[in-house]
């Protein structure tokens, strides 16, 4: 009879798995000649331990990711700390603190399916879920545009514009009216009814999808002064609905432009990003119809590229606009463009029609 012991033979600790298959191999090899009985004890000690010494550390598994992403991503490293922390819990301070520690089995085969999605293509904040607007976190699927930093620039706008508005609105028993055209996360409709605790926003999108999202949004931030209403833009509200203050991020890509087909775009709903062979078709049909929604001295505050900016603010002037603007983002490109229609209201001044906070980023008139 044969004996065969797969762990404490000699060794201190756990027997190498590779030399204990090359012995139990030869052993039925040998039991097979002799036509010996074999009896065989499976001691298998610390399998863990052997399971964590065929899994990647976190320092290479972050460096391989980081290598594979460079020609995709403009910060690899960084989308590879992200994948890392959302296939196993940890932050990015535990990876910098063991970076020799072993991954599980799950975690790996987790981390390395994010990575496969990624490597594809897919938007980092789509493989999270969320992504931060104005310090807060939004949460986001392929239902919406992606919130950008450059998006801020139109809320700091609107802020500064409405400055002084809610005293006013007090003292006179009003509410500031504000409708947010195709709001998709939320990301704008909500953080200005954070900022604007007195003031009522009304949230616009045609995407069904995208009202469920940004209802969500709304929920979980605590944001209790917004209705959302499915719309073709102004289409669906009652004729006799009117604002202080409009904004809008709409579609503004040449429906044939190349960049479509690049980066994370080409994961992102294209009712949100391209409009028309120009681009412009969205923004054409927001500022001929934005006078008949906006009370008199109310003002539409519009992002759009930053090459769009001279077309903009004639469609504006066009279309009867006063005190037409542009303003730039922290690139120094022109990115959101402003109009007043008619005197009165909220935001209407006697001798400065441009509020005096927002002629620091005054460019055109």
């Known amino acids: 009879?044969?004996?065969l012991m797969t762990a404490n033979s000699g060794y201190r600790g756990s027997l190498p798995l590779n030399l204990g298959i090359s012995i139990f191999a030869a052993t039925l090899i040998?039991?097979?000649a002799s036509h010996t009985p074999i009896k065989l004890?499976?001691?298998?000690?610390?399998?863990?331990?052997?399971?964590?010494?065929?899994?990647?550390?976190?320092a290479t598994t972050l460096q391989t990711a980081t290598e594979k992403l460079g020609g995709l991503s403009h910060s690899p490293r960084l989308d590879a700390e992200i994948l890392l922390s959302l296939a196993t819990g940890k932050t990015k301070t535990h990876f910098r603190a063991w970076p020799e520690k072993h991954l599980s089995v799950e975690e790996q085969s987790h981390f390395q399916n994010l990575l496969e999605q990624r490597l594809i293509g897919h938007p980092i904040a789509y493989l999270t879920g969320t992504r931060e607007f104005w310090s807060r976190e939004f949460m986001v699927t392929p239902n919406v545009l992606i919130p950008r930093p450059e998006t801020e620039l139109l809320v700091e706008l609107a802020l500064q514009l409405i400055d002084g508005w809610e005293t006013k609105a007090t003292s006179e028993h009003r509410v500031i009216q504000i409708a947010d055209l195709g709001t998709?996360?939320?990301a704008i409709a909500i953080t200005l009814g954070l900022e604007l605790t007195q003031a009522a926003i009304t949230a616009l999108d045609l995407s069904l999808a995208a009202l469920a999202l940004a209802e969500q949004n709304a929920s979980r931030l605590g944001a209790n002064n917004i209705r959302f209403i499915q719309s073709d833009w102004f289409s669906a509200l009652p004729a006799q609905e009117h604002f202080d203050l409009i904004v809008s991020n709409p579609p503004y890509i040449a429906e044939n432009d190349?960049?479509?087909q690049l980066g994370d775009v080409r994961f992102e709903p294209s009712l949100a990003?391209?409009?028309?062979?120009?681009?412009?078709?969205?923004i054409r049909r927001i500022v001929n119809d934005a006078p008949n929604r906006l009370k008199p001295?109310?003002?539409?505050?519009f992002e759009h590229g930053y090459e769009q900016a001279d077309k903009s603010r004639e469609l504006l002037q066009a279309a009867g606009y006063e005190d037409v603007a542009s303003f730039p983002d922290l690139q120094a490109h022109l990115r959101v463009s402003a109009g007043r229609i008619g005197r009165g209201g909220f935001g209407t001044r006697p001798h400065n029609s441009i509020p005096t906070h927002l002629l620091q980023h005054f460019q055109h008139q």
């Open 297 to 301: 001295g109310g003002w539409l505050l």
């Open 41 to 58: 004890y499976l001691l298998v000690h610390h399998t863990e331990h052997w399971a964590a010494k065929m899994s990647a550390t976190i």
């Open 184 to 186: 998709g996360s939320g």
């Open 273 to 282: 990003l391209s409009s028309g062979p120009d681009g412009l078709d969205a």
């Open 258 to 260: 190349p960049h479509l």
């Open 30 to 32: 040998l039991a097979r």
């Open 1 to 3: 009879m044969i004996c």
